[in-house]
């Protein structure tokens, strides 16, 4: 079964920086197209950047670009997604998650694990 586990979140003030991991057990993840996903209170999950396997090609959504980061450590098998600049709106669980190609479009192919919570407040 494949397995992700996210870390790294934590409360951070505004224009404030935090980098999520992604740790895998069980599988190689390098082979894998990932991506990040966030929910917020009271609101559905969305995709927030995704990686393709072989690191390729990423994607950012709109919220988000010229702020993350996202990258992948093939030696430690693991995907980052550096956050900088944060905003308040970007609080919210973060998850990650296999996707589909890591295309203009993505979507979650995998399970979720318990994910990372991110807090941004002053």
């Known amino acids: 079964q494949l397995q992700l586990v996210e870390s790294g979140g934590g409360l951070v003030q505004p224009g404030g920086s935090l980098r999520l991991s992604c740790a895998a057990s069980g599988f190689t993840l390098a082979y894998y197209h990932i991506g990040w996903f966030r929910q917020a209170p009271g609101k559905e999950r969305e995709g927030v950047s995704c990686i393709s396997a072989g690191s390729i090609s990423t994607n950012y959504a709109n919220s988000v670009k010229g702020r993350f980061t996202i990258s992948r450590d093939n030696a430690k098998n693991t995907v980052y997604l550096q956050m900088n600049s944060l905003k308040p709106e970007d609080t919210a669980i973060y998850y990650c998650?296999?996707?589909?190609?890591?295309?203009?479009?993505?979507?979650?192919?995998?399970?979720w694990g318990q994910g990372t919570q991110v807090t941004v407040s002053s």
């Open positions: 998650t296999t996707t589909s190609p890591c295309g203009r479009r993505w979507w979650s192919e995998g399970s």
